[in-house]
């Protein structure tokens, strides 16, 4: 299966402090790769990856965005269109992590309504240096109405598994939206995300023509 074989397009967005583990996080979902003495993101970087989810082909096309608070005007125009979000933080460093609610304010502000977000505890791999108990991210996550995960993308752990958690939430959000609008619109747009069981792809209710013909969904 080709790149281009896919049904939706989902937009996913990993935001946080600089030097969290963004970008590795990002390098190691979409190529296998880790850099230990990768440099900081400057403005934003975009890949895609496919994803399987429920038998549909749905391509996350995940953004890098800086996390430098020079480059934050900039950040918030890649927001838009977003349906889903990695809100990372480093559980070596406590500040990364009080700053996670500022980040999640940020985003809901400017992306769609209907956006799905994981709180991510990186560097799990660091667990001698920990700074941010487990219990305590469980804690705000729940209280925030968020899931979490704790990953390392140095060890590959648990990688895969918030972006296939965060994209099957957003399939099953914007599934379950569509199916509310069709049964209370009689199948008139509303502007609100929608998915169907047409070959239709979205970055929110985008056909796939209508996505190469534009270049692109932002």
Avoid at 18 to 46: H, P, Q, Y
Wanted: glycine letters at 8%; hydrophobic letters at 35%.
């Amino acid at each position: 299966m080709s790149e281009e074989d896919y049904t939706y397009l989902f937009k996913i967005v990993i935001i946080g402090d600089s030097g969290v583990g963004k970008s590795n996080i990002f390098t190691r979902f979409i190529k296998d790769e880790f850099n230990l003495d990768s440099k900081a993101t400057i403005g934003v970087e975009f890949s895609a990856k496919n994803i399987t989810i429920n038998d549909k082909v749905i391509k996350a096309q995940v953004w890098d965005t800086a996390g430098q608070e020079r480059f934050r005007a900039l950040a918030k125009n890649y927001y838009r269109g977003a349906v889903g979000a990695l809100v990372v933080y480093d559980i070596t460093n406590y500040d990364s992590f009080k700053n996670a609610e500022k980040w999640l304010k940020e985003v809901k502000e400017h992306a769609e309504p209907h956006l799905v977000t994981l709180l991510i505890g990186n560097k799990s791999d660091l667990e001698d240096n920990r700074a941010v108990k487990t219990e305590d991210a469980t804690e705000f996550a729940e209280k925030a109405g968020l899931g979490f995960v704790e990953t390392s993308a140095k060890n590959n752990l648990n990688i895969e598994t918030a972006f296939n958690r965060l994209v099957t939430e957003v399939f099953e959000t914007l599934d379950k939206v569509g199916g509310e609008e069709e049964s209370t619109t009689n199948n008139q747009p509303s502007g609100k995300p929608v998915i169907s069981d047409k070959s239709d792809t979205i970055t929110i209710g985008t056909t796939k023509k209508q996505e190469q013909k534009s270049g692109g969904c932002c």
